[in-house]
């Protein structure tokens, strides 16, 4: 029986890291795919002066309209898809049997409420830690000591 090819999906509102082919501790660091999502400070999202109206009780006045739904939230949730999206498209060609979800509570919860059925079916593990910050050998080290306990 061959052995099951498990990807390991670290990420969180704006970048994932997947790593392939985790292997025993004296092995060479496995390959990593990075996808980058947009990069927009919040400021950034806010910068153009926010849309006007014409008060309705008359008199000319007008006021600020706030803005409908929150950018960084939809730029989150668009690099979701994106990820997913790629992830869907490895399903299909068998690229992986199993899936490890490793992320920051919030991303968890963005990842749950928009993976699909079929790719559900593959996750092994979701983990709910932060581990973007880590170096590729310090991620891989984590990433064995989480699954050895």
Do not use: C
Not at 50 to 68: D, H, K, L, M, N
Not at 73 to 100: I, P, S
Not at 110 to 123: G, K
Request: net charge positive; hydrophobic share 35%; aromatic share 4%.
């Amino acid at each position: 029986m061959k052995p099951e090819r498990i990807w390991h999906v670290v990420m969180d509102d704006g970048r994932s890291r997947i790593l392939r082919k985790l292997s025993g501790p004296h092995e060479p660091t496995p390959v990593e795919i990075v996808i980058q999502g947009k990069n927009r400070e919040m400021r950034d999202a806010f910068q153009d002066r926010p849309t006007r109206s014409f008060s309705s009780a008359g008199g000319g006045r007008r006021s600020a309209v706030e803005p409908s739904s929150d950018p960084i939230e939809a730029d989150a949730r668009a690099f979701m898809h994106e990820v997913l999206g790629y992830l869907e498209d490895q399903e299909k060609a068998g690229a992986f049997d199993k899936l490890v979800v490793i992320a920051p509570p919030q991303t968890i919860g963005r990842w749950r409420a928009e993976i699909s059925n079929s790719l559900q079916t593959r996750v092994q593990k979701e983990i709910v830690k932060n581990l973007m910050q880590l170096s590729p050998p310090e991620l891989v080290g984590a990433i064995r000591a989480l699954s050895s306990g």
